[in-house]
């Protein structure tokens, strides 16, 4: 590979477990295990469930290839790819979209991971309290609102960067490697845990059993967003780890593994969560606070609670981190690769720009909570910003862009790896990119706006 001046050969997973591990480190996250329980929750959950079921198939992998083949195609950052398969013309702004989001996404996203570095270090002094509905929910609030919380923040952006300043291999593909098999079965033995709720019954069908007059616009959009967000589509992130892919790694076989691992862990959450919602006869309308004011009941049926928990907060962060870290490669890389910035100072800059957000996100709990726009704090406006905004916006430029602009061929050569293998779907996914996925995501979208 051609070396930039200054800057050392791109790097390359190792193994394609690695890789497959780094995808699913990125797309396995808070957005599993926080934002899919409440975001069923509030949207009513089996329409909710099903309606990201069918986004994740029909919309999610598709977009997930064509970032791929964009990606190792190129070899480049989400800008970078635009321009060099299209030099002329404004396709490469949507660059800006993906970095822009991400530095949403990253902003919030560690306020959250905050949280649970929180609720990591008080079940391990064993001060997290189990009593009951009011005293879980003050705990919660006196966390968000706290100082504490601000400063989590600002420890786990600083953690996230070190990390990302470790390199792409070593730093990511390690971490993933190790952690994510764990997480899985933590998460599998949790479950087992749920079968023996009182509200086990009344858990699932909320969850398993659609009530179609739920399905409103704002659920479709909702589902929609939340499936994008949860397999990290839609700003570049898939498109640049799949920059640091082997020549000889199957995309799709890839994208469909990972799709079905993050669809598996979200599903496995919400078998956790809801059958405790329902026993304890909580609101599954909770919002952000669902799991953190529901866990703390989970852990408590448990013995050895105190021990459970620390482990289950410490594996959530450590997910937390190897989504952020893919977050945070969007910008780095654009930096290095367009700026010619060295890494260093990419990710100094990077961290800069996440630490303002991550600071706002965390202040608008507190001093900040009156200071809204269209009625949100900017908590709430950057989530929905870039979840129900940019991110389908981005899919959609994605697969118009690889459905249409490019070449037929160069889709062909990166789904093959250059003919070594058949891959008989292209057919199918290149009718997909072309029509389904950007007319779906432009009817959900206008349905939404009340354009429909
Ligand atoms: N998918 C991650 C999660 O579920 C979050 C994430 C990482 C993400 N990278 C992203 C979301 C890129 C959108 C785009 O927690």
């Known amino acids: 590979m051609k070396n930039e001046p200054g800057q050392k050969p791109r790097a390359i997973f190792a193994t394609r477990f690695g890789a497959i591990a780094a995808i699913v ?161 933590l998460l599998i033995a949790f479950c087992v845990n749920a079968f023996f709720m009182p509200g086990f019954n009344e858990g699932i069908a909320f969850l398993f059993k659609p009530d179609f007059s739920k399905l409103t616009p704002s659920v479709i959009l909702g589902a929609l967003g939340q499936a994008f967000f949860s397999l990290s589509l839609g700003l570049g992130c898939m498109m640049t780890y799949s920059s640091y892919f082997k020549e000889d790694t199957r995309l799709a076989s890839t994208a469909a593994t990972s799709a079905l691992l993050d669809t598996s862990v979200a599903i496995l959450a919400g078998i956790i969560i809801f059958p405790a919602v329902f026993s304890f006869g909580l609101s599954p309308q909770a919002g952000p606070a669902l799991v953190f004011e529901v866990l703390p009941y989970v852990f408590s049926q448990l013995p050895g609670g105190m021990m459970w928990a620390t482990l289950f907060f410490l594996l959530l962060f450590l997910a937390s981190i190897t989504s952020t870290v893919s977050m945070s490669e969007i910008s780095i890389s654009y930096f290095c ?109 206008l349905n939404s706006l009340g354009l429909l």
């Open 337 to 445: 690769d367009e700026k010619k910035l060295t890494r260093r100072k990419a990710t100094l800059l990077s961290a800069s720009v996440a630490f303002a957000g991550g600071l706002l996100c965390a202040l608008s709990f507190g001093p900040l909570s009156e200071a809204t726009l269209f009625g949100m704090t900017a908590f709430d406006l950057f989530d929905y910003t870039a979840s129900n905004i940019l991110l389908p916006v981005g899919g959609f430029i994605c697969a118009i862009f690889v459905g249409w602009k490019v070449d037929r061929k160069f889709l062909a050569n990166q789904m093959t790896n250059h003919g070594r293998h058949s891959f008989p779907l292209l057919g199918a996914l290149r009718f997909c990119l072309r029509f389904i996925a950007p007319t779906a995501i432009l009817l959900i979208f």
């Open 25 to 185: 480190g990125s797309s396995v996250g808070l957005g599993n295990i926080w934002r899919f329980p409440y975001e069923a929750g509030i949207h009513g959950g089996g329409a909710f469930l099903i309606c990201y079921l069918v986004c994740v198939a029909l919309l999610g992998i598709p977009v997930m290839c064509a970032e791929f083949a964009m990606g190792r195609g190129t070899r480049r950052n989400i800008f970078g790819a635009y321009k060099k398969l299209r030099p002329t013309g404004k396709w490469q702004l949507s660059g800006y979209i993906g970095i822009l989001a991400s530095f949403l996404i990253i902003s919030f996203y560690s306020v959250v991971a905050g949280w649970t570095v929180e609720f990591c270090i008080q079940s391990a002094m064993g001060s997290i309290d189990f009593t009951g509905a009011e005293a879980n929910h003050e705990q919660f609030l006196t966390l968000i609102t706290g100082w504490r919380s601000v400063i989590w923040t600002v420890v786990f952006l600083i953690i996230n960067f070190v990390v990302v300043s470790g390199g792409v291999t070593k730093g990511i593909e390690r971490m993933a490697n190790v952690m994510m098999p764990l997480l899985f079965l």
